[in-house]
């Protein structure tokens, strides 16, 4: 199990699913941990509270927030942006400002955030991006604008590993496929159709999200980067 102790992490939208098993497992390594949240502040505090981090209100549409509160962490050594949403629906009637909002949070804060975040990142430290299979399968209707966010993860990642990498910094996405969460439930009315693609027939729990996500975050992930690390029971094969 990776040992985190003393390390500078910060999380991009922690305070539920994915991102708050992601906070557990670092926390639980004895990293010195903040996140941030948007909308759910109870369930931020309680789990700041529960694991002995640090609970930052910033909402990812906000870029210049974002920007503020990754500068204000200081040298950090991994940064995992998680915070996103998903939007699916007929793309002739969904809302333009919706779809909008759904890229400022799953593309244009993630950038910003990882450009930040290497301003002051202390040499070989590590930048992770939550994407998404979608970034490589979208096998059903109704799912082009997130895939659209997804799959630009994908170039930033391979950019940005190039842009870093003489300091030793790597950067990564971690492509979940469908994961038990308040935006997947694994009793969701989807969740007989996502199965149909996958070769395990079941949602990942966000813990094998997060244990993928440190396993790129400790020493030996020093050698992966610009790559997209795929948790999907096989969904994209
Ligand atoms: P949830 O909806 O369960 O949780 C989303 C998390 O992101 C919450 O902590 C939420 O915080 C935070 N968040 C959302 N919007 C904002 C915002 N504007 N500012 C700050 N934080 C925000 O989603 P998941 O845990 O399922 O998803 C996490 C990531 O994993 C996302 O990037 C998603 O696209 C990706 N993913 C998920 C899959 C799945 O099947 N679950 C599959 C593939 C990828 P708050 O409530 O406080 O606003």
Avoid: C, W
């Amino acid at each position: 199990m990776a040992d985190f102790t003393g390390k500078n992490v910060l999380v991009l939208g922690g305070s539920r699913g994915i991102g708050a098993a992601i906070v557990r497992r670092f926390a639980t390594g004895g990293a010195k941990l903040a996140f941030t949240y948007a909308g759910s502040k109870e369930a931020a505090q309680a789990l700041a509270t529960e694991t002995g981090t640090e609970a930052i209100h910033t909402d990812s549409v906000d870029r210049d927030a974002v920007i503020k509160t990754v500068a204000s962490r200081g040298a950090l050594d991994v940064i995992v942006i998680n915070a996103g949403i998903g939007i699916i629906g007929d793309p002739l009637t969904l809302e333009p400002d919706a779809i909008d909002r759904m890229i400022d949070v799953n593309v244009r804060s993630p950038y910003h955030a990882a450009v930040e975040a290497a301003r002051k990142m202390n040499d070989n430290g590590r930048i992770i991006v939550i994407g998404s299979v979608n970034g490589d399968r979208m096998p059903f209707a109704g799912g082009a604008a997130y895939a659209l966010t997804k799959s630009a993860v994908q170039g930033m990642v391979r950019g940005l590993a190039r842009d870093f990498g003489a300091r030793g910094i790597t950067v990564n996405s971690v492509q979940p496929g469908p994961t038990d969460s308040d935006m997947n439930p694994a009793d969701g009315p989807m969740a007989g159709l996502m199965h149909s693609f996958m070769a395990i027939k079941r949602h990942a729990r966000g813990g094998e999200v997060a244990e993928l996500t440190a396993f790129l975050a400790g020493p030996h992930g020093a050698m992966i980067t610009g790559s997209m690390q795929t948790i999907d029971g096989g969904f994209g094969a």
